[in-house]
Nanobody, 118 residues
Framework: QVKLVESGGGLVQAGGSLRLSCAASGTIFSIKAMNWYRQAPGKQRELVAAFSSGGSTNYADSVKGRFTISGDNAKNTVYLQMNSLKPEDTAVYYC????????????WGQGTQVTVSS
């Protein structure tokens, strides 16, 4: 049973910083990517940042230059450093892992709330 545990969300003023962490536990083979998504009220879930097993990264245009995704493959952990936060970054942030050898599976965390006040 694979479980993703997120931490680091909270309330911060505009311009502030937060660091999210997501640790994957359980038996998990061949992680392809570890990503962060977010979903604001009334909006669709969107990809914020992606981290591949090879170390490449990709970001949504709205967070480029402000957010940094990094990973520790040995610990099956992914981080999201969020700087210069804006009120529009307010959302529930979800960790996502894609993994598998023959059959690819997607795993999701329970979500962590990030609220940025103006």
């Amino acid at each position: 049973q694979v479980k993703l545990v997120e931490s680091g969300g909270g309330l911060v003023q505009a311009g502030g910083s937060l660091r999210l962490s997501c640790a994957a536990s359980g038996t998990i083979f061949s992680i392809k990517a570890m990503n962060w998504y977010r979903q604001a009220p009334g909006k669709q879930r969107e990809l914020v940042a992606a981290f591949s097993s090879g170390g490449s990264t990709n970001y949504a245009d709205s967070v480029k230059g402000r957010f940094t995704i990094s990973g520790d493959n040995a610990k099956n952990t992914v981080y999201l450093q969020m700087n210069s936060l804006k009120p529009e970054d307010t959302a529930v942030y979800y960790c996502h892992v894609r993994a598998g050898l023959i059959r690819i599976s997607d795993y999701w965390g329970q979500g962590t709330q990030v609220t940025v006040s103006s």
